[in-house]
């Protein structure tokens, strides 16, 4: 296994959201990945870099070409990106054509990181864990399940990510 350290790129998403009663709305703020990385007492060297706090169905192509270069110039070979899950897909694909040869794992949440009942902890951890041993390639991470970034979409009736052919 690799002790070679990790990089998270930050995005936003739902994994970053909070909810504010008075507005009655939801808001992506400040990240909660540097937390959770230190809650779980992850020892692997890592960084941490906020590209953007935006809602994934917000992202323009300039966005995903932003998520792409930082990708491609970072130093690291293995990366983990937290991103929303409605338009995960679109920015795999940007990211394969951005930094081949790397590791890439992108991941999320289909509820934000800051409630008590989410799959946040869960879905870091196991695109860590991807992370550190997969080829290079991108992959998605959620719900305990680990896809080809190019062969997956999200069902959203079924509320999960699904493997196409």
Known sequence: MTQQAILVLTTGGTIDKNYFDALSEYQIVDSGIPALLKEARVALPHRVVEVMRKDSLELSDEDRAQIGQAAREAPEQRIVVTH?????????KVLAR???GKTIVLT?????ARFAETDAHFN????????????PGVYIAMSGEVFDGLKVKKDRAAGKFVAIA
């Not at 929303?84 to 795999?92: F, I, L, N, R, S």
């Not at 999320?108 to 934000?112: E, K, R």
């Open 124 to 135: 870091l951890g196991m695109a860590f864990a991807c992370a550190q041993v997969a080829p």
């Open 98 to 100: 951005a930094a081949p």
């Open 84 to 92: 929303g899950t409605d338009t995960m897909t679109e920015t795999a």
């Open 108 to 112: 999320g949440a289909l509820s934000p």
